[in-house]
């Protein structure tokens, strides 16, 4: 069964910081390219980061630039999304995915495994 878990969400005042971290189970996410996407109540979902399998391709939203940095544990078969400086715009729920034929980003829009997501809220 392919199965994430995300975890370390939480409520952070504006220009806090949260690390969220995405353990994968049954399969070895070191092969895949991962990535993260929000969605808030009301609106779109919208894809935050993407990194290729290598670690040497990443993507990050306009939304996020310099505040948001993904990385990968492949000892772990974690991600992470470290989260500095957020927003109360940053407020939604974050799932990490991927895709099984997926070693890069380019199908980031299409990514078809998800985890259950963890609920980031930022308000003073």
């Known amino acids: 069964q392919v199965q994430f878990k995300e975890s370390g969400g939480g409520l952070v005042q504006p220009g806090g910081s949260l690390k969220l971290s995405c353990a994968a189970s049954a399969f070895t996410l070191g092969y895949l390219a991962v990535g993260w996407y929000r969605q808030a109540p009301g609106k779109e979902r919208e894809g935050v980061s993407c990194m290729s399998r290598d670690a040497k391709t990443t993507f990050y939203a306009d939304s996020v630039k310099g505040r948001f940095t993904i990385s990968r544990d492949n000892a772990k078969n974690s991600a992470y999304l470290q989260m500095n400086s957020l927003k109360p715009e940053d407020t939604a729920t974050y799932y990490c995915?991927?895709?099984?034929?997926?070693?890069?980003?380019?199908?980031?829009?299409?990514?078809?495994?998800w985890g259950q997501g963890t609920q980031v809220n930022v308000s003073s």
């Open positions: 995915a991927t895709d099984l034929y997926s070693t890069d980003c380019q199908r980031f829009d299409r990514f078809s495994l």
